[in-house]
């Protein structure tokens, strides 16, 4: 797994919530129903699909989007860093509010 790419993703809440929300998706997902469901702009959403998909995160069907293998692993491993974060410094910090952690 490439730092890059796990720093990609950890430096932005907003990639984070993206990827969480595609991993079990109640319904095919696109960039305006994942923009509702998250409560953040269209343009903020559609932006870091598109920076996300370019990375291969995630991958786009007919405008419905999808994890791919590297997507999932890549959530999980900031799961990982996140909890041991939690664990080292005993508290939490912004993005267990966002993030459910399965680790």
Do not use: H
């Not at 109640?26 to 598109?50: E, G, H, N, Q, W």
């Amino acid at each position: 797994m490439d730092a890059d790419i796990i720093g990609f993703v950890n430096g932005n809440l907003t990639r984070q919530k993206i990827l969480e929300v595609l991993e079990n998706p109640v319904a095919p997902m696109d960039a305006k129903r994942i923009s509702k469901t998250l409560r953040l702009a269209p343009l903020i959403v559609s932006r870091s699909l598109a920076e996300m998909e370019e990375k291969k995160l995630i991958v786009s069907e007919n405008s419905y989007y999808s994890l791919t293998e590297d997507g999932k692993e890549t959530l999980q491993f900031v799961r990982m860093l996140l909890w041991q974060f939690r664990e080292r410094y005993g508290f939490p910090c912004r993005e267990w509010k966002s993030l459910s952690v399965n680790v």
